[in-house]
């Protein structure tokens, strides 16, 4: 038996062979699986994931109440790039324990792969005083506001990127960040003026030598633009 305690994968991807009955087993087979899955590329990344989804489907078989399998399977999937199915797993953890954190937070990260940004928002701030996940919340609802931010921009809707860019800002974002994607969404808003400030203050705070070089042309353009008396609203 000492031959197989070398890591997590081996001890238990051997032991659900003598063991298949055991719903744990099965769970903490496919846990080692997604875990070594992170580690790989292209076609053994996706093998690892959809032999752990084997073992976890496995164990809600054998446990139907057991809800650690659908938060898995919910790992699993997202990590294939299949986050409908994701949702659908973690949506099931969910029905099983309504408090379960991890779940409500993979749920978000899931939403926001789906640009689906008010209900990821919304999720991460209902877990920001959840002592578990609390700090990862705080982290990932600036990451949301961010990227919500830049879709909507994308999508041509400048006032709802620019609420997004605001409320990152105002709730801890880096300052030189999003004052510079508040200064680019205002140019484009055509308030030059208040792109100005934005720019301006985005300058006072560190940023590497090439968030430098973007902040500083935006505002040159903006300057120029103000000069040219371009509207300004």
């Not at 031959?3 to 001890?11: F, R, S």
């Not at 659900?16 to 744990?24: E, F, G, M, R």
């Not at 991460?124 to 990227?147: G, H, N």
């Not at 484009?188 to 902040?215: C, G, I, S, T």
Request: charged share 30%.
């Amino acid at each position: 038996r000492n031959t197989v305690w070398k890591d997590n994968y081996t001890l238990f991807t051997t032991d659900v062979q003598n063991s298949d009955n055991s719903a744990k087993l099965q769970n903490a087979a496919a846990g080692a699986l997604i875990d070594r899955s992170v580690r790989l590329d292209g076609a053994e990344k996706e093998a690892s994931l959809r032999r752990a989804i084997d073992h976890l489907k496995r164990a809600r078989e054998l446990h139907p109440t057991y809800k650690s399998p659908n938060l898995l399977l919910g790992n699993a999937y997202f990590y294939l790039g299949q986050h409908e199915k994701a949702v659908e797993y973690f949506n099931k953890a969910l029905q099983q324990d309504p408090n379960f954190a991890d779940a409500k937070l993979n749920l978000a990260l899931s939403q926001r792969e789906l640009n689906k940004f008010d209900k990821c928002i919304s999720l991460l701030k209902s877990l920001t005083d959840e002592p578990r996940v609390s700090s990862k919340a705080k982290a990932q609802l600036l990451i949301s506001y961010e990227e919500a931010g830049k879709a909507m921009g994308k999508q041509g809707r400048l006032q709802e990127a620019f609420e997004y860019f605001k409320t990152g800002l105002d709730n801890g974002g880096d300052p030189a960040k999003f004052n510079y994607f508040l200064g680019i969404t205002s140019a484009q808003l055509r308030n030059l003026e208040k792109a100005k400030e934005f720019l301006q203050e985005a300058k006072k705070h560190p940023m590497d030598k090439d968030n430098q070089q973007n902040v500083d042309n935006a505002l040159n353009r903006v300057i120029s633009d103000l000069k040219n008396g371009e509207v300004n609203e």
